[in-house]
T-cell receptor, first 117, second 114 residues
């Protein structure tokens, strides 16, 4: 069974500082990997995704993530955070496409990001 | 996500009542997934459909049922509601023909059971 671990429950970063959110996954093969962001009481917005190819993927809002197979990691980074980045961030994994409708997402427990002035 | 509509956005029910949540997909997207997110929790997969047939099932209580209709909209039916059913319920839409595998999430329905 696939699983996702986000070791940091809560991270506080100063505005303008760099950010790295950690994500480790467990899966027998190379999964599909995602990062979602959720503001309080809101839906989930996809930041970026990795399926194959270049292991450094660029997303929206200046975010990027690097897939490292040897470490089973898919960490999210941003060089300079903005106050509007404060939110909950979820890493998610899905199995490679097999049968349609079977690509359910398994989420990590999330990392809450707080930005201080 | 743009195009995915969920209704209602907020719903308040009492224990033992029933509730129906609806999800209207982006045109030409044929797979739908339902997730439940409890307070302070990560989203948990409930059930999915492809071409109107159930394709996968997760931790969905027997009191819940769902279906996908001919126009690809989906409904999640919840009976004998319990306090623990209070959560944010998302549907997510996928396109089996797309090479860019992705699920587009709706804004969610917040269900409060009192």
């Amino acid at each position: 069974a696939q699983s996702v671990t986000q070791p940091d429950i809560h991270i506080t970063v100063s505005e303008g500082a760099s950010l790295e959110l950690r994500c480790n996954y467990s899966y027998g093969a190379t999964p599909y990997l995602f990062w979602y962001v959720q503001s309080p009481g809101q839906g989930l917005q996809l930041l970026l995704k990795y399926f194959s190819g270049d292991t450094l993927v660029q997303g929206i809002k200046g975010f990027e993530a690097e897939f490292k197979r040897s470490q089973s990691s898919f960490n999210l980074r941003k060089p300079s955070v903005h106050w509007s980045d404060a939110a909950e961030y979820f890493c998610a994994v899905a199995p490679g496409r097999s049968n349609f409708g079977n690509e359910k997402l398994t989420f990590g427990t999330g990392t809450r990001l707080t930005i201080i002035p | 996500a743009a195009g995915v509509i969920q209704s209602p956005r907020h719903l308040i029910k009492e224990k033992r009542e029933t509730a129906t949540l609806k999800c209207y997909p982006i045109p030409r997207h044929d797979t739908v997934y339902w997730y439940q997110q409890g307070p302070g929790q990560d989203p948990q997969f409930l059930i999915s459909f492809y071409e109107k047939m159930q394709s996968d099932k997760g931790s969905i209580p027997d009191r819940f049922s769902a279906q996908q209709f001919s126009d690809y909209h989906s409904e999640l039916n919840m009976s004998s509601l319990e306090l623990g059913d209070s959560a944010l319920y998302f549907c997510a839409i996928g396109d089996s023909l797309s090479s860019s595998y992705e699920q587009y999430f709706g804004p969610g329905t917040r269900l409060t059971v009192t």
